[in-house]
């Protein structure tokens, strides 16, 4: 009888036990889900906040004759996923011609008469306001064999505008340059003042544009500080490397007037010009 006391106390005993264990591990599982649903949104907030991060574009130019470099920048993952164009063919001595056009000066006819004489395709990345201001240039360039892209309706800065707000920004230009010129399609676009997200590439991708970045550039769009024909000539020339895409503002009279021996100097040394239609090779 002693025994059969001892034996229930027992298991009296390892039922509590189990009873104990089977509560710790429930409350271990309760607390690890409750863990595991507060951090859910921490991560999807930081998942929104990297698709959000504003980069302003920017390169190490090209000197020597070496390749400019977007390695140190931070962004060149996004770029090269979202398969935006930075370099063309770094194999081949091609450059590719490219000015945006935020407002007029009075130089663009000059430069479209020198692309013209030299038979040079160059794009013409464009906002609402010189849609609306020019549509006579925008004809020409287009009936000249030009390209016309997208520079947004009104020049915002496309990290922090919202998916809807992007979509109607290059709706309304490439709706306008439709309207107006023989153009039928539009499927590039460059970044208003090169600020963009990883956010910002992947929208516009989806709505069918390629996002136009460069490899050579100088401070030309300030009309308060031009220094002249050769120093835009030695600008662009210093930088020229084979895949270059080159970015010009059409405001600058520098530009206008250099543009003609930077068109000779570069054919001389071997270079051809090609419409972005023709890059069929991207390199980052």
Known sequence: MHIICMETANTGNMLKRSESETVKRLAICLLTFCLLAACLPLHAAAGQAQATQPYHYGFKK??????PSIDEEGFKDIVQQNEAIFLGDTSKKELYLTFDNGYENGYTAK??????????PAIF?????????????????????HLIGNHSWSHPDMS????????EELDKVKEAVTRITDQKDM???????????????????QLGYTNVFWSVAYKDWDTNSQRGAEY?????MGQLHPGAVILLHSV?????????RIIDEARRQGYEF???DQLTVKNY
């Open 62 to 67: 090209s000197k020597n004759g070496q390749l």
């Open 252 to 260: 600058s009279r520098d530009n206008a007037e250099a543009l003609g």
């Open 274 to 276: 090609k419409s972005l």
């Open 232 to 236: 835009a000539y030695q600008q662009v």
């Open 111 to 120: 430069v479209l008469d020198v692309l013209k004489e030299k038979k040079v």
């Open 160 to 167: 922090r505008i919202s998916d809807s707000q992007l979509k």
């Open 187 to 205: 499927k590039y676009l460059r970044p208003p003042r090169g600020i963009f997200s990883k956010r910002s590439l992947e929208q516009s991708r």
């Open 125 to 145: 990345f464009v906002t609402g306001h010189y849609v609306q201001d020019q549509p006579e240039l925008l004809k020409r360039m287009v009936a000249e064999g």
